[in-house]
């Protein structure tokens, strides 16, 4: 995973995923923007409000979302926040929602416990 870069420094890595992960302190506003990949968005800390035409949602640790590709939104992020995102090319983000949608992000403690 690549840390603290922004997206259109990679952008253009011949691979279908790429992950990518940063850190911002409280308070930070990401403005409007948009991608041409989807995007699979979680915090491991703080909370992340995200905002689209559409609505607005919450995600506190454990929570991601599903952002599909063009869509234009912004974050605003309450306490620190480590946030991981995996961005997948448009080609294989075709069996994803077509709108945003809020997932479940187990801590990896939970995954290896299960697995």
């Known amino acids: 995973m690549v840390r603290n870069v922004l997206l259109e ?11 990518v992960g940063n850190d ?24 992340m409000v995200m905002t689209t035409p559409l609505g607005r949602w919450v995600m506190p640790p454990q929570r991601g979302m599903w952002i599909p590709p063009g869509t234009t939104h912004d ?25 945003c949608q809020v997932l479940g992000a187990p801590p990896r403690a939970y995954l290896k416990q299960n697995a």
């Open 9 to 19: 420094q990679v952008d253009t890595i011949a691979r279908p995923i790429i992950a």
């Open 24 to 47: 911002y302190t409280d308070g930070h506003i990401i403005p409007p923007h948009h991608h041409r990949r989807g995007q699979l968005i979680s915090g491991a800390t703080g909370t």
């Open 75 to 99: 974050v605003r992020l309450l306490g620190a926040v480590a946030i991981q995102s995996l961005y997948l090319k448009p080609e294989i983000a075709g069996g994803m929602p077509a709108h």
